[in-house]
Each structure stands twice: as C-alpha cells, then as structure tokens.
C-alpha cells in the first residue's frame, strides 16, 4: 500500500482560495440577510419563511437532509449483508412519499404547525412533548453512534 505524500496532506493556495471565498460568501449572506431584515420576525417567518416558498426549494432541502453521504456509504453495505431485499425500502419510500405530501403535510400546513412536537402538545397534553421530545432525542443519539463510524470514515475518506 502506498503511503500518502506530505504534499498532498496540505492545502495548496488554490484550496486555500477557495475555502476562503466559501467562508466569506457564507458569511456575507448572512450578515447580509442578518442586518437588512432587522424586523421583529417571528417563529413563523424564522422556520417557515412565512410560508412562502415555493414547492421546489422546500422540496430540494427535504431531499437533501433526507439523502446523505452517510446514505450512500451505508446501503451498499446493506444491500451487501442483506440482498435485494433492501430493495422493499425504496418501494415503501415511494408508496408513503406521495401519501403523505397529499393527505398529512396539507393539514399540518392548515393548522400551521411548526413541528410534530406542537401537534402532539395541541392534540393530548402540554406533558406529553417533552417525553416525545426525550424520545425522539434517545432515537437520533441511538442512530447517530450507530453511524459515528460510517460519518467520520465519510469526513475523512478524502484525505
């Protein structure tokens, strides 16, 4: 196996550059946005933007969070230990996708919930969103010490 160079473990000036103008357009949109929309928004306008947008952004940024680079390190490896089985997945994913955009995120839209957790709260008991909370809470820890080491072999893979 062949080691890796010292040169090619450092940045050259280009990456340099480009890092740099990555951070500083990311940070000029924000004080941009921070300082010209100085208006006493609410949670709605914060989470929602006032819910406004249009079906394809909104669309995209679910996609987004929803497919990973851990996703696509993963379910080889499913596929793999499991077989073609895992196809059932997809099939259920896209079942249940078109069901819930036309019968559940329209209703949430109408009672202009923020999150499950308010729904929960409005629907049962002030009491019971902090244990939905604390539940979900335990789940995405569970699930993200499970793939600690499929996200730090993603982090790291490249270098």
């Not at 306008?45 to 696509?72: K, T």
């Amino acid at each position: 196996m062949e080691s890796v160079s010292e040169a090619t473990m450092r940045f050259h000036w280009a990456d340099y550059v480009v890092f740099s103008l990555t951070v500083a357009v990311s940070t000029a949109i924000g004080l941009y946005h921070g300082f010209t929309r100085r208006k006493n928004a609410g949670i709605d306008v914060y989470l929602m933007a006032g819910r406004r947008m249009p079906v394809l952004p909104v669309s995209l940024s679910h996609y987004v969070s929803w497919v990973s680079a851990i996703s696509f390190l993963s379910d080889p490896v499913e596929v793999y230990y499991h077989g073609l089985i895992y196809w059932v997945i997809g099939v259920g994913y896209a079942l249940a996708m078109p069901v819930t955009g036309a019968v559940f995120v329209p209703r949430y839209h109408r009672m202009k919930l923020t999150s499950i957790f308010k729904f929960l709260q409005d629907r049962f008991d002030k009491r019971l969103r902090p244990f939905a909370s604390a539940a979900a809470g335990v789940s995405v820890v569970r699930r993200q010490t499970s793939l600690c080491g499929c996200s730090i072999y993603d982090n790291c893979e490249y270098f």
